[in-house]
């Protein structure tokens, strides 16, 4: 089974196309110079990742290769950036270059293994700096966003979301009022019945 990253990025600089011939094999990333080439590229063979630099202009361009390419499967990255390292970070996030070993593999696959990897370099940061209070610092950074997540997932129900996060309903709206978070439910009603 062939696990090699496809990753494609779009660029005419011929900079960009030597860097990624000379490195970018490894990595699972090749280059071609425009929209037609990525078209015909996607064709031969699905594609893991996009990267492409465009500014304002080259939105038309880019929804051209939406078109064309399988969104469910393909991650596209476009804007203005640095091409070919957005490139090597998409390859090191969908896992090529990091999975070398099988315990690589099942620590990776895990919520623990992914919390390793993801604070390591802000631990080291931390411990480099001589900072304090490391766990309630990561405690804080990381609550607010998994509240936020569990009630946009239960459209703002707050005993769902209580439920889902194994906490008291009443501690949901304490962290709630605490990180100021806004709740808001999603419009449940279809596009047909507007009202007039």
Same mark, same amino acid.
């Given at each position: 089974m062939?696990?090699?990253?496809n990753i ?10 030597n860097?990624? *011939?000379?490195?970018?094999s490894?990595?699972g #990333? ?7 080439a990525? !078209?015909?590229?996607a ?10 630099? @465009?500014k304002?202009e ?12 399988d969104?469910?499967? +393909?991650? #596209? ?7 070919f ?8 996030v ?11 593999q099942?620590?990776?696959?895990t919520?623990e ?11 080291? %940061? /931390? !411990? %480099? ?6 766990y309630? +610092?990561?405690?804080?950074?990381v609550e ?9 997932? +239960?459209?703002?129900? *707050?005993? *769902?979301?209580?439920?889902l996060?194994? /906490?008291?309903?009443?501690t949901?709206?304490?962290?709630i @009022?605490?990180? !100021?978070?806004?709740v !808001?439910?999603?419009? *449940? ?8």
């Amino acid at each position: 089974m062939d696990n090699h990253l496809n990753i494609v990025v779009v660029s005419p600089d011929p900079d960009v196309a030597n860097k990624i *011939q000379r490195v970018g094999s490894r990595l699972g #990333i090749s280059h071609v110079r425009d929209v037609k080439a990525l !078209k015909q590229k996607a064709t031969a063979r699905s594609l893991d990742g996009v990267v492409m630099e @465009t500014k304002a202009e080259g939105l038309d361009e880019l929804a051209r290769l939406t078109q064309s390419i399988d969104l469910s499967k +393909t991650c #596209i990255l476009a804007g203005p950036l640095p091409v070919f390292e957005a490139a090597e970070k998409l390859s090191q996030v969908l896992g090529n270059g990091r999975l070398n070993t099988q315990e690589d593999q099942r620590r990776d696959f895990t919520l623990e293994g992914y919390v390793e990897a993801k604070f390591g370099d802000f631990v080291r %940061a /931390m !411990k %480099a700096s001589s900072a304090r209070s490391l766990y309630s +610092t990561l405690i804080r950074t990381v609550e607010r966003p998994l509240i936020e997540l569990a009630l946009r997932e +239960t459209n703002a129900n *707050q005993i *769902q979301a209580a439920r889902l996060l194994g /906490m008291n309903r009443n501690t949901l709206r304490k962290k709630i @009022t605490e990180f !100021k978070i806004p709740v !808001k439910r999603r419009d *449940q009603t279809s596009p047909q019945k507007k009202p007039k």
